[in-house]
């Protein structure tokens, strides 16, 4: 059986839904998003796979538009360490002066491995 999420508050529904019965997303303009659009919803995606795998892409991207994303999954991620990890690692690839203050707030994070791997990409000379 395929489960389905709605891409704009992801909740799961059945087959044949052209609006979320939730939200009342219609689903079926997602098909017009552009692609980083749609990565930067994925990466909010309530499989911790989707998550990761949209915030690296983001990275490879470089792109701008994805650092309030990451700023917010590095805010508000509790569990998934990794994940946070995947948000630094992004934000290092993005060549624009807001990453790096993206990273400067990982080193004031309340995990002591995020400071760490936040530090180490700023000493690589990310800057």
């Known amino acids: 059986m395929i489960t389905y999420y709605c891409p704009s508050c992801w909740a799961e529904f059945g087959e044949n839904v052209s609006v979320c ?3 009342g997303y219609d689903i079926r303009s997602f098909s017009d998003l552009e ?9 909010f995606h309530p499989i911790p796979e989707n998550r990761h795998m949209a915030v ?14 990451l700023g917010r999954i590095l805010r508000e ?3 998934d360490i990794y994940l946070l990890f995947q948000v630094l690692k992004a934000a290092a690839n ?3 002066p807001r990453s790096m203050d993206l990273l400067e707030e990982g080193t004031r ?3 002591r491995l995020v400071r760490e791997r ?3 990409l700023l000493g690589k000379g990310y800057k």
């Open 118 to 120: 936040a530090r180490q």
């Open 109 to 111: 994070h309340s995990y």
């Open 56 to 69: 690296m892409a983001l990275g490879m991207l470089r792109t701008p538009r994805a650092l309030p994303v």
């Open 35 to 43: 692609y980083e659009q749609k990565l930067m919803r994925a990466a």
């Open 21 to 23: 019965p939730r939200c």
């Open 94 to 96: 993005i060549p624009d």
């Open 77 to 79: 991620e509790k569990d």
